[in-house]
C-alpha cells in the first residue's frame, strides 16, 4: 500500500535562517507531488506542485522554493525564513488524472520567531 | 479552474444528518468533485469522490444534480468526532496539470 511520510512534525526557526521540509512517498510511482501551507485558522494554500521529476510549479510568488530531485521525493526550502512563513505544512500526492484524489502527510508545524 | 463556495460554518447536533452544499458553477466536462475532512492539526482525509447523481460509501453521500453545477454532502447521524473542516474540491479537468486548489471549506460543530 502507499505511504507518504513527512518531517518533522513540529520546527520553530528564527527569522532569517534557512528551511528544508522533506516528504517521500512509497508505494507508487510517478505521483503529483503537492506543497500547502495552512495558516492558523485558515484555509489550505497551494505552494507548489510537480507531475514529475525537475517539473515544479509554483503558485505563490515567495521566498520559499521546491524540488523534486527524485521521483517520489519532494523538498520544500527557503534561504531566509520570514515571520510570515509560520504555519502548517503538508505534503500530498495523487497519481493525477481527472478524478485524482489527494493523500496527505502528517504535517509540520512551522514556527519562525 | 473550477472555484467551490461553500458555508463558511455550519453547527448540527448528534444524531442529525447534515447536508454541505457546495457550488461549483464553472465545473468542467471532466471534472470530478471530491469531499475532504480535516481535523486540527492532522491533514486532510478524503471522504467521497462523485461525477454525477448520488455516490454513497460508509462514511457519507454525495449528491450531484444534472447540471453539476452543484453538490451536497450528506454525512447521516452525525456525531462529536465528526466536527471538522469539510472541503469541496472539483478537479481541474482533462489532463494531468496537477493544480488542485482548495475553497475555504465548512467548519461543522457538532453539539451534545
Known amino acids: 500500500s502507499q505511504t507518504i511520510h513527512q518531517w518533522p512534525a513540529t520546527l520553530v526557526q528564527p527569522v532569517g535562517s534557512p528551511l528544508s521540509l522533506e516528504c517521500t512517498v512509497e508505494?507508487?510511482?510517478?505521483?503529483?507531488l503537492y506543497w500547502y501551507r495552512q495558516a492558523a485558522g485558515r484555509g489550505l494554500q497551494l505552494l507548489f506542485y510537480?507531475?514529475?521529476?525537475?517539473?515544479i510549479s509554483s503558485e505563490v510568488p515567495q521566498n520559499l522554493s521546491a524540488s523534486r530531485p527524485q521521483d517520489r521525493q519532494f523538498i520544500l526550502s527557503s534561504k531566509k525564513l520570514l515571520l510570515s512563513d509560520s504555519g502548517f505544512y503538508l505534503c500530498?500526492?495523487?497519481?493525477?488524472?481527472?478524478?485524482?484524489?489527494?493523500?496527505f502527510g502528517s504535517g509540520t508545524q512551522l514556527s519562525v520567531l | 479552474l473550477a472555484k467551490t463556495t461553500q458555508p463558511i460554518s455550519m453547527d448540527s447536533y448528534e444524531g442529525q444528518e447534515v447536508n454541505i452544499t457546495c457550488s461549483h458553477n464553472?465545473?468542467?466536462?471532466?471534472?470530478?468533485i471530491t469531499w475532504y475532512q480535516q481535523f486540527p492539526s492532522q491533514g486532510p482525509r478524503f471522504i467521497i469522490q462523485?461525477?454525477?447523481t448520488k455516490v454513497t460509501n460508509e462514511v457519507a453521500s454525495l449528491f450531484i444534480p444534472a447540471d453539476r453545477k452543484s453538490s451536497t454532502l450528506s454525512l447521516p447521524r452525525v456525531s462529536l468526532s465528526d466536527t471538522a473542516v469539510y472541503y469541496c474540491l472539483v478537479g481541474v479537468g482533462s489532463g494531468n496539470t496537477g493544480k488542485l486548489i482548495f475553497g475555504q471549506g465548512t467548519t461543522l460543530q457538532v453539539k451534545p
Open positions: 510537480s507531475v514529475g521529476i525537475g517539473q
Open positions: 462523485g461525477y454525477k
Open positions: 508505494g507508487t510511482s510517478n505521483p503529483n
Open positions: 500530498a500526492w495523487s497519481v493525477g488524472g481527472t478524478n485524482e484524489k489527494l493523500f
Open positions: 464553472n465545473i468542467a466536462t471532466n471534472d470530478y
